[in-house]
């Protein structure tokens, strides 16, 4: 039996900055953008991946969520505490420039990792963390 990720979610609080970051530092497509009830869900993926989906969703995409839900997701979000994704690449420091050099805030510049990658670590503009990894040369 096969099993493959075919999507993972990203929570942002603003699609518009979502997308500034995600398509034009990252070079991800857009792939799909979508409204419903007043809500937003845009989808972004790696042209060399076009099986994954990383899909730009709310805080908390559920429109019959209480306020005091809401808030409390928001708080999290902005704070950092909700999780993003790992990239792989085949140059962290190139990657940790490009980035960089577009204005992301920097969580840790690019170090070779006890576990075998280097790699390097930013916040996106809603305050997730993303990492950019390869594997270390043995």
Same mark, same amino acid.
């Given at each position: 039996?096969?099993?493959?990720?075919?999507?993972?979610?990203?929570?942002?609080?603003?699609?518009?900055?979502?997308?500034?970051?995600?398509?034009?530092?990252?070079?991800? @497509?857009?792939?799909?953008?979508? *409204?419903? @009830?007043?809500?937003?869900?845009?989808?972004?993926?790696?042209?060399?991946?076009?099986?994954?989906?990383?899909?730009? @969703?709310?805080?908390?995409?559920?429109?019959? #969520?209480?306020? #005091?839900?809401?808030?409390?997701?928001?708080?999290?979000? #902005?704070? *950092?505490?909700?999780?993003?994704?790992?990239?792989?690449?085949?140059?962290?420091?190139?990657?940790?420039?490009?980035?960089?050099?577009? *204005? #992301?805030?920097?969580?840790?510049?690019?170090?070779?990792?006890?576990?075998?990658?280097?790699?390097?670590?930013?916040?996106?503009?809603?305050?997730?963390?993303?990492?950019?990894?390869?594997?270390?040369?043995?």
């Amino acid at each position: 039996m096969d099993i493959h990720l075919s999507q993972c979610f990203i929570a942002v609080d603003d699609h518009d900055k979502a997308l500034a970051f995600y398509r034009d530092v990252l070079g991800l @497509e857009v792939r799909n953008d979508v *409204g419903f @009830e007043g809500m937003r869900w845009v989808t972004v993926g790696s042209p060399a991946q076009p099986d994954v989906d990383i899909v730009l @969703e709310p805080p908390l995409a559920d429109p019959n #969520a209480s306020a #005091a839900d809401k808030e409390a997701v928001a708080e999290l979000l #902005a704070k *950092g505490m909700l999780r993003g994704v790992i990239f792989t690449t085949d140059d962290v420091d190139a990657t940790f420039e490009r980035i960089r050099a577009a *204005g #992301a805030e920097v969580l840790q510049e690019p170090v070779d990792q006890p576990y075998g990658v280097r790699d390097c670590a930013f916040r996106d503009p809603a305050g997730n963390m993303l990492r950019f990894s390869r594997p270390r040369e043995r």
